[in-house]
């Protein structure tokens, strides 16, 4: 089962630095900054940004957890970080892998 295929759970804990490299290592293109994970997505236009915000916000309100998220006219940012464990869970990790599965950046 690949990690876009698992679904986020209500009590998260946080992961070590270790178990967060580990995952992100299956991720693409995404930063680990200060206790979070962090990836901005660039369009061609407004267009295309807002079609990719609002499907991150399908995934968003189907997992329930919401990134940081940052919307401009060719780029969208997100940040990913679990507030309740002070750093990042494996729903971030999750969530980030759905994501990835929306565009080849």
Do not use: Y
């Amino acid at each position: 089962m690949s990690l876009a295929d698992e679904h986020c759970t209500a009590t998260p804990a946080k992961l070590d630095k270790i178990e967060v490299e580990m995952l992100a290592s299956e991720l693409r293109n995404w930063l680990l900054l200060d206790e979070k994970l962090e990836k901005t997505f660039r369009f061609k236009n407004f267009h295309e940004t807002m079609a990719f915000a609002n499907a991150v916000a399908w995934i968003c309100h189907r997992e329930d957890h919401h990134p940081e998220m940052e919307i401009t006219f060719s780029r969208c940012r997100l940040a990913w970080s679990t507030h309740s464990v002070g750093g990042l869970s494996r729903n971030d990790i999750l969530c980030a892998a759905k994501v990835d599965q929306l565009t080849n950046q």
